[in-house]
């Protein structure tokens, strides 16, 4: 809602404004009042002031050195010159300052109320860009968590894309690597009371351990999350400085620094990890696969023992002996299951054209294949990253809301570790992804899927009006920015839907009234209102007489 404040050394002038103008039926919440330029400014620090309608002639500051003041402190804000005096000087030198409008005294009420009104249309519009942007902003930020890690787990598992889609990548999710840098990769396993916690502890402590890595190795360019096999990858590149490139360089800089985030785990988690140390390798071209297997593999070898190991550049590591560590079998390879998964026409395409039977059909081709295989666990994880990336990508493009397409698994990357733990439960997960977005795009025709949002936000308002209902928490449940989710429902209903909630408590407190034998105050606290006299007044805009008189007709 707006906040309006008038200014004016006339005190009866503001008042009568303040009384005398329907402010809430043009969508102002709040009207306070300043009798000077000075007091106007120190409301104006303290409270979020959206529109300023002053005087031009006042002692001391002016009008229109207010609204120059204000101008240069709150860009946003607009501002309406009040005055009797026509003289085309001051609306010139008003225009100059950009302010909204321009009233003359004695003020006529209907060309007031256009005035403000316009000048809250413009805040509206304005808000409405701003918004517009910070949700598709907002939106890709959300989903950094899950594009990262798959990202991570591409260049793991030998993936990735060219060179020159890697270096955007990068830069799109914001991480601090450049491809074609040498790099080094550590991997912590996290031992001793680590291992008996269970998965939604296990990716805070990972979390945690990244952050502590990120203070220790402080200047050099890092990047950590999650494995597709059950441990901490960090990724780091030289520094700047040539001072900072120690723990790339030098065996002494990096035991010292190793050292020190093993006992920073020990202070500050109470825990052991195990690290494994690659050698320097190029970002890109293939270069993180390698080096992951052959670390893996000696991370592997060191068991359960909390220490620290160095994989020697020279060791050659083959696939067969790599997928002998991760206990993969040989009939996974690189036929069977990856074939199906990567064959055309691929589970991206068929997501593009809306071939839902097709893609369902190779999902449950790729898990059948798999269940053959007798893959299970770490191996598993492909798959998951196979099915994510393909959704994720359509989702962006398509407008989806993410969070609204996993089912009752959601779409978490938390609950990627145990999903692939068990196979049955990723293929239900996977084959339940693939209903829920054809059943949207089904409804929307391709579009935002607008008539089952709609249809949800009224089944919460429906269940919720007896607890903390807003259009936040309404869009908290949805997954959507509130200001995107109002124009949404706006457009498909032709009501907003601040007024549809108020609309539902009303109609549930004229039911309470007719049928039940509680006080007003009591429904007035059961629907969520904090004031009887606000409760009342909205019930009398609804129904045209105050609850007494509802209950008494």
């Not at 910070?134 to 591409?154: C, Q």
């Not at 054209?353 to 191996?379: D, M, N, T, Y």
């Not at 049955?424 to 089904?442: D, I, K, T």
Request: hydrophobic content about 40%.
């Amino acid at each position: 809602m707006i906040e309006v404040l008038l200014v004016d050394d006339e005190t009866y002038v503001t008042e009568s404004l303040e009384l005398t103008i329907p402010w809430e039926e043009i969508g102002v919440s709040t009207v306070r009042r300043a009798a000077s330029g000075a007091e106007a400014l120190t409301i104006m620090e303290e409270e979020a002031i959206d529109l300023v309608v002053t005087d031009i002639r006042m002692p001391g500051m002016d009008g229109l050195q207010l609204i120059e003041e204000i101008g240069r402190r709150w860009p946003g804000v607009r501002c309406i010159l009040l005055t009797g005096h026509s003289d085309f000087a001051y609306a010139k030198k008003a225009l100059q300052l950009r302010a909204s409008d321009y009233v003359l005294k004695p003020v006529d009420d209907d060309e007031f109320v256009a005035a403000v009104s316009e000048a809250i249309d413009s805040l509206r519009e304005e808000w409405d860009e701003f918004d517009k942007v910070h949700r598709l902003l907002y939106s890709r930020k959300s989903d950094y968590k899950v594009l990262r890690e798959n990202l991570l787990h591409e260049l793991l598992l030998g993936r990735e894309p060219n060179p020159h889609a890697l270096g955007e990548q990068l830069a799109a999710y914001e991480l601090p690597l450049r491809a074609g840098q040498p790099t080094l990769m550590l991997l912590a396993r996290l031992e001793g009371r680590f291992a008996a916690m269970d998965e939604a502890s296990l990716e805070l402590m990972d979390f945690a351990t990244g952050n502590i890595a990120e203070e220790v190795l402080r200047g050099q360019p890092l990047w950590y999350g999650s494995g597709p096999h059950g441990c901490l990858v960090l990724l780091l590149q030289p520094g700047e400085e040539g001072g900072e490139r120690a723990l790339l360089e030098t065996a002494q800089g990096r035991d010292r620094r190793l050292d020190t985030l093993r006992e920073h785990v020990r202070l500050y988690l109470k825990g052991e990890i195990s690290l494994a140390v690659s050698s320097v390798f190029e970002l890109g071209g293939g270069g993180p696969g390698a080096a992951y297997r052959r670390t893996l593999s000696a991370l592997y070898a060191l068991g359960t023992s909390s220490r620290t190991v160095y994989v020697d550049p020279q060791a050659a590591q083959t696939t067969a002996d790599f997928n002998s560590a991760l206990g993969i079998s040989a009939a996974e390879g690189r036929g069977g299951v990856t074939e199906r998964m990567y064959a055309p026409p691929t589970l991206l395409h068929l997501l593009e054209s809306h071939q839902w039977e097709e893609a369902r059909s190779k999902l449950v081709g790729v898990f059948e294949a798999a269940e053959r295989a007798g893959l299970s666990g770490p191996s598993m994880y492909e798959i998951y990253l196979w099915m994510t990336n393909a959704f994720l990508f359509i989702s962006h493009r398509e407008g989806q809301p993410v969070g609204d397409l996993g089912g009752e698994e959601g779409f978490d990357p938390v609950l990627a570790r145990g999903l692939v733990q068990q196979p049955q439960r990723l293929r239900a997960w996977g084959l339940g992804l693939l209903a829920n977005f054809a059943e949207q795009m089904s409804n929307s025709g391709g579009g935002e899927g607008r008539s089952k949002i709609v249809s949800r936000v009224r089944q919460l308002v429906g269940s919720g009006l007896d607890g903390d209902l807003s259009v936040k928490t309404l869009a908290d449940q949805v997954y959507l920015h509130p200001v995107y989710l109002s124009k949404i429902y706006k457009a498909e209903t032709g009501e907003a839907l601040g007024d549809y909630i108020i609309r539902m408590r009303m109609e549930r407190a004229a039911h309470l009234l007719r049928h039940s034998s509680k006080k007003i105050y009591e429904i007035t606290s059961e629907l969520g209102y904090q004031n009887p006299q606000y409760f009342s007044k909205m019930f009398k805009k609804q129904y045209g007489m105050t609850p007494n008189e509802f209950r008494d007709s």
